[in-house]
């Protein structure tokens, strides 16, 4: 009884004590201690310690599909670089049959159920943290696409597609303008060893290259043939080709470009926006703003001028009839005829204030003889 009761109670405190160790894993693997965490699409280098000193020691990786070409693994090929990055998925092209990641994953089943790695003891290996910098994007509360520099020490390399915002300033275009751009490039790291270790700043090489071929681009075309280019491939085809050849290569020398040299791979580059730098940025959007109200004034004469011109055409129209009706009058009534249309002219002249109308002859003194007259000739010749 005694013994059951005991086992019980250390069953309790060991139910008690996993949750707490399992807390206390996680907080070492965040503070990379003996374990650690990899992200999705990520690597992290693991570095040896040696009397102050530090070397490489291997890289792990969290990719799926992809497994590193590292030397001691019963999957190395010599044909790849060590440490490359290669793909073990359905349909690759590189002769591995096994395409399940589980095949090469070499962790122990707790730590896979864990999602931990192993790193080392604290005084012989860690985790390799370095200082990077590099822009990324985001929308702003307006919709529009803002430039965010980052600058911070991190622990992990991205290994799947991550996209970068190059910010070329002061590019001269061929007509003498200053304008900035804003280059977006995808790029995935081939190989994490060459881009961590190879003594180079991989993104500071890029950023470079690009800025460099920005410049040579703008400053090939005139301001208003650059902004309304639709040719795209002519900027981004001579990024990509920098994969396989950078400017400062040297021929019949091996690596070359920037995926044999940092083993990093340019997927995309797209010019994003191109806008006038400084002073001159202020005066165009000065000069904008002036053609589009001239334009909307321009636009407001004509539609005034059609409407004035509409009314013109109109009271012709009404006018033509009116005298049309007036002939008709004046060719049936003779003098008579003649009269009445001048008595309709003076009526429509006097209408308004401060008219006044002046009578060289009388019309009605014409207008009473003609009646006259005509009953004259109707009383001599017999009922009409």
Known sequence: MVLLLSLLLAFAVLAMMVPGILF?????????????TVKEGTAKAIVRSTRGNSSFSRLIMSFAGYHLNASKSTWYRDGFPDWEVLYHGKGNGNGFPETDDEHYDRRSRLLK?????????????????????WNETYTNDQGKEE????????????IADFTYAIVTEGAETKDRLSTDELTLVTVAIRNPYRALFSGEDWMRRITAAINRHVRNFVGNQVYKDLISSTDWTAFSAPVIELNAKLPDDKDGTSPCG????YGVEIRTADLQTIELSGEGKKQHQEAAT??????????????????KADVVEMMGEKEASALHKRLEVIKEHGRAGELLAQLDAIQESSKGAGN????ANNPFVALAETLKSGRSETKEGGEK
């Open 113 to 133: 159920h864990l999602g931990l790695y192993w790193v080392g003891w604290p005084w012989a290996e860690s985790v390799y943290v370095y200082q990077f910098e």
């Open 24 to 36: 206390f894993l996680q907080w070492l693997a965040e503070e990379n201690i003996l374990f650690t």
């Open 258 to 261: 920037l995926l044999g040299r």
């Open 290 to 307: 002036r053609e589009y109200v001239a334009g909307q004034n321009a636009e407001a004469e004509r539609i005034l001028g059609r409407a």
């Open 147 to 158: 430039v965010l520099p980052r600058a911070k020490a991190t622990d992990f390399i991205y």
């Open 356 to 359: 006044t109308i002046v009578w």
